[in-house]
């Protein structure tokens, strides 16, 4: 290989010696996710057609009604795992890419020069909130997985529908999504010294390995869970507007 002369490099913004396509990643990923949050903005504020039968949707989950409020309660259920993923290490990656150009990859020159602050600095420095909002949408899970037991009920009677496993997929992806985060890693296998001085420390060194095994996917499981709770929405919206019919397979 080559050296380039620094006199030779070229500096600046998108500068490069990178020869691969390197602005298709953060074009992709930014336009997904912008259409991704648009839809799930919009479903929220529709505050309709999110029920039918045992199906809620998971973006109205836990179900809250308050008759004097002036917006749809699904804003208050959103604000949690919104700043949850917002201030995701991976979304970081990746809207820090795709919409600040911040770099736009790596390698890449960047917008901003030589002035850098991290995440030290406001607004920035809110992202270090993650760990705490974690806490709370965790909480979050124990509505979701009754929301399965209940997306099982027909009239009384235990059934399973095409509803039912869309709702049970989104439920596994979002937790799958939350242990692999890693403030949940950190929570398992965090402070400790030793992993091998009591028997207590042990255990949570086993449980730290399985949750490293998930955080090594967690861009995965960030995608797939979005993924699944707008398509879990979605379904049981056109349910329940009558647009499409639900299929009985059990």
Not at 86 to 103: G, I, N, V
Not at 133 to 155: E, M, N
């Amino acid at each position: 290989m080559v050296a380039v002369p620094d006199e030779l490099r070229r500096t600046g913004f998108a500068a490069t010696e990178r020869r691969d396509a390197w602005w298709v990643a953060p074009l992709l990923q930014g336009t997904v996710l912008a259409v991704l949050i648009t839809y799930a903005n919009w479903a929220a504020l529709q505050n309709a057609n999110y029920r039918w039968g045992g199906y809620l949707s998971p973006l109205y989950s836990p179900l809250i009604t308050i008759s004097w409020l002036p917006l749809p309660p699904s804003l208050l259920i959103l604000l949690p795992p919104v700043l949850f993923r917002a201030t995701c290490y991976y979304y970081r990656k990746a809207y820090y890419r795709s919409y600040f150009l911040d770099p736009p990859a790596c390698a890449v020159g960047e917008l901003r020069g030589n002035r850098y602050r991290g995440e030290t600095a406001f607004p920035l420095v809110l992202q270090n909130l993650h760990r705490y909002l974690f806490y709370i949408t965790f909480l979050y899970l124990p509505f979701l997985w009754s929301d399965v037991v209940h997306a099982t009920s027909f009239g009384g009677s235990f059934g399973v529908g095409i509803g039912t496993l869309v709702i049970l997929a989104n439920t596994t992806a979002l937790t799958l999504y939350s242990f692999s985060c890693h403030s949940a890693r950190h929570l398992i296998g965090g402070s400790l010294d030793c992993f091998s001085c009591s028997a207590g420390a042990r255990a949570r060194h086993a449980a730290w390995k399985g949750a490293s095994v998930l955080n090594a996917r967690h861009m995965l499981f960030a995608w797939v869970s979005f993924f699944t709770v707008c398509s879990a929405d979605l379904y049981v919206r056109l349910v329940a507007s009558g647009v499409i019919h639900d299929i009985r397979l059990l």
